[in-house]
């Protein structure tokens, strides 16, 4: 079984423009379950801003991220269940994760370790290994009007294991066709080694679904 997945939001809230590829790859075990293998790459497309306001209130723009600063690798062996193609969980207990960035933003002289995207002083990368579970729900609204829930969850062994990193998102598709759906989007993430506190957006979008 080879299933591919792939999402481009063509509309953002001053925030991030994602998109996920994603391969995933399986051998049946046993019943319902499969022995799994995954790689999901994630990036943006554009720049991304902090907005701040200075001392008479005018608002500020910094850059803060850019296409592939950061991008996420992530991978690994487990196993996934599957009841039907509405209801699946991955279970990946040995999961690489790569963080990268541009060096630029961590050499700079009073940068201080862990404080871009969890990587150190001088570094263009960070590396994880950990526990990554993921869930999908379809729920059939009405005709070719679906709602996806996905939640993926990511411990690193190496360091505070005791803090998950939490990816949930709802997605009301529309489908105009096998191949192509539109789609409203609400996505809440924690990741303290991005941001303190809960990040959430707002995304219309076009898909591209595929398989064989």
């Known amino acids: 079984m080879v299933y591919y997945k792939l999402r481009m939001p063509i509309l953002k809230r001053k925030q991030m423009t994602v998109s996920n590829l994603i391969l995933f790859l399986g051998k049946r075990a046993f019943g319902d379950w499969f022995y799994s293998l995954f790689l999901n790459f994630r990036t943006q497309f ?53 963080t990268f960035v541009d060096k630029a933003k961590t050499s700079k002289f009073d940068y201080v370790d862990g404080t871009y995207f969890g990587v150190d002083a001088n570094k263009s990368y960070r590396y994880e290994l950990g526990f990554y579970a993921s869930l999908y729900y379809k729920l059939n ?54 941001f303190q506190g809960l990040q959430t957006r707002q995304v219309l979008g076009l898909g591209v679904n595929f398989g064989f």
Do not use: C, H
């Open 46 to 98: 554009t720049k991304g801003y902090v907005y701040s306001k200075d001392d008479i209130g005018r608002e500020i723009r910094t850059e803060y991220t850019n296409v592939f600063s950061p991008g996420y690798l992530t991978f690994g062996p487990g196993l996934f269940w599957k009841k039907n193609e509405n209801f699946k969980i991955n279970f990946a207990p040995l999961t690489s994760k790569l």
């Open 141 to 194: 609204l009405m005709t070719n009007v679906s709602a996806e829930n996905t939640l993926n969850m990511y411990t690193n062994y190496l360091e505070k294991p005791e803090n998950v990193d939490i990816d949930y998102s709802l997605a009301i598709v529309m489908r105009i066709n096998r191949y192509l759906s539109t789609n409203l989007a609400f996505q809440a993430i924690y990741d303290d080694n991005a």
